[in-house]
């Protein structure tokens, strides 16, 4: 059953790539998320992604209290080759297009393959797009936000496994050093935490040394032993194979999509590990695009916002706890309550 409001694929004019915008729900308000630029080895691949991922946009926005609906958008570049600039500023029209097509019912932002600037093309096309770079009226790159609230999730998490939020000394194990990865990775390691990497381009070593982190083979990372895993690459990383592996006492991280499939979270729970739900930790970025872009709020008051993600935690992991079921279970009735109310938080 397809339980999307509206899918569009359409073929890029200029680019003949595969043009995805997967609609999810429009029900707290016009559908947000972020436009993927990534490889796949079919476009379908690329549906696939697009329509989960644009699930748990709706989810995020939910929980977060925003009105806003779910959305994504993926172009499926082909395997084994990076577009030029020429070629990423006709895909960027391209999307815009669809975009502008869709009359305000869907608004689109950065996410993994993309950034600001890219935002800023967009705009040169249609209104319905999130954080174009400042000079253009836009709150910029949301990946120092989006690393801002995983950090919250995770002292969230320090206090329920130790009793207290600090970081300083706990053994952390970071999956993908990309822009949300790396910024995460520093405010970590200023904390105190003990730091162990990965990333699938072998040149983002040099970020590990210059932090002070070990290195482990993307293989490997997922076995490590450490306090926390925090995957903040791509998704279905927990899987029924690699949750058997975890010798974590918990994972918490802003990857979107982590479960390969939504039973891996009873196997999580199973295991006694705590998973903060993806959509969750990682609604920092939108969090401040949308707070600051359409709820007008100052940039201090959004990073109030963004570290209000560690109260949401808490209340999931004590949600959780009091009912003996998962946090993702609690973190979905949330956004099941929300959805079907309209309903903001208090
Ligand atoms: N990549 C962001 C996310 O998954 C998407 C986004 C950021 C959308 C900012 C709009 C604005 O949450």
Partial sequence: MLDHEQVTIRTGRRSRLPVIVAVHSTALGPAAGGLRLWHYPDWRDGLTDALRLSAGMTAKFAVAGLSSGGGKTVVALPEGREPNDGERRDVLHDVADVIDSLGGMYA?????????????????????????????GGSGDSSPHTARGALA????????LYGTPTLDGRRLAIIGLGRVGAGLARLLAAE?????????DPAKRELAGELGAGWLAPGDILAADVDIVVPAALGSVLTRRTVAELRCRAVAGPANDQLATPDVADLLHGRGIIWVPDYVAGAGGVINAVSTELNHLDPDEAAARVDAIADTVDHLLD??????HTPARAASDLARHRLHTGSRPA
């Fill in 319 to 324: 949600t959780a706890q009091r009912h003996g």
């Fill in 192 to 200: 105190g935490a003990v730091l162990t990497v990965t990333d699938v």
């Fill in 153 to 160: 999730a995770l002292r969230a998490v320090g206090r329920r």
């Fill in 108 to 136: 689109t932002g950065p996410d993994v393959g993309t950034g600001a600037e890219d935002m800023a093309v967009i705009g040169e096309t249609t209104p319905h797009v999130f954080c174009r770079p400042a000079r253009l």
